[in-house]
Every structure is written in structure tokens, then in C-alpha cells.
């Protein structure tokens, strides 16, 4: 059974730094699209950055574009999100999910698009 599992969420003051991590068990990684979504209580669950199979350009969204970056180790077979520059409305549950058939820049921030989804890793951003 397809496993994903994130880590590396934590608290932190504004401005600061915290790099997510996404592991994957039974499942690769290469040839995915793979992107990192987050949802604050009472929101809805919004994209917040991607690595479409081909690997050749990433997606971000607007309210993170210049601080957040996403990456990935294939020998680990781990996706990263580097999140700096933190802000408190960064605050949310953050998580990685892998999608079988590819995404593109239409596609890629729905989370129907997505067959794979870990449980999730807090970030909590104070002012």
C-alpha cells in the first residue's frame, strides 16, 4: 500500500525558516506529478507548490512564489518544501500528495487531481 509521510513541520516566529519533507514507501516518485497542498482550519485545501513529471519547471502559488521552494532527492525518493521567509497566515497543515497521471498548470492545484496523500505535517508561523 501506497504510503506517503511527511515531516518537519513545527512552530516558529515570522520570518523564520522550516524545510517539509515527503518520504514515500512502496511508491517512486519519478515520473509523478507531486506537489505540496495546505489547508488552514476552516479553509479550504489549496496548492501550494508542484513538481510536474517532467521536471523541467515547478508551480507555485502566487502567495508563496520567492520564499517557498520544492525538490526532490531521487535516491531518497523524498520531495522537499523549503519554506522561508515564514508568514503567520502560512499557518496550516501542510501536505505532500503524488498524482499517477501528471498534472499541468491547470491541473496541478486541485486536489482532485491527486490519487496519493500523506496525513499531514503542522506549521504554525507567530507574529
Known amino acids: 500500500q501506497v504510503q506517503l509521510a511527511e515531516s518537519g513541520g513545527g512552530s516558529v516566529q515570522a520570518g523564520g525558516s522550516l524545510r517539509l519533507s515527503c518520504a514515500a514507501s512502496r511508491f517512486t516518485f519519478s515520473r509523478k506529478c507531486i506537489a505540496w497542498f495546505r489547508q488552514a482550519p476552516g479553509k479550504e485545501r489549496e496548492g501550494v507548490a508542484a513538481?510536474?513529471?517532467?521536471?523541467?519547471?515547478?508551480e507555485y502559488a502566487e502567495s508563496v512564489k520567492g520564499r517557498f521552494t520544492i525538490s526532490q532527492d531521487n535516491a531518497k525518493n523524498t520531495v522537499y518544501l523549503q519554506m522561508n521567509s515564514l508568514k503567520p497566515e502560512d499557518t496550516a497543515m501542510y501536505y505532500c500528495?503524488?498524482?499517477?497521471?501528471?498534472?499541468?498548470?491547470?491541473?496541478?492545484?486541485?486536489?482532485?487531481?491527486?490519487?496519493?496523500w500523506g496525513q499531514g505535517t503542522q506549521v504554525t508561523v507567530s507574529s
Open positions: 500528495a503524488a498524482a499517477l497521471f501528471g498534472c499541468d498548470s491547470g491541473s496541478w492545484s486541485s486536489p482532485a487531481s491527486y490519487e496519493f
Open positions: 513538481l510536474p513529471p517532467g521536471r523541467t519547471y515547478t
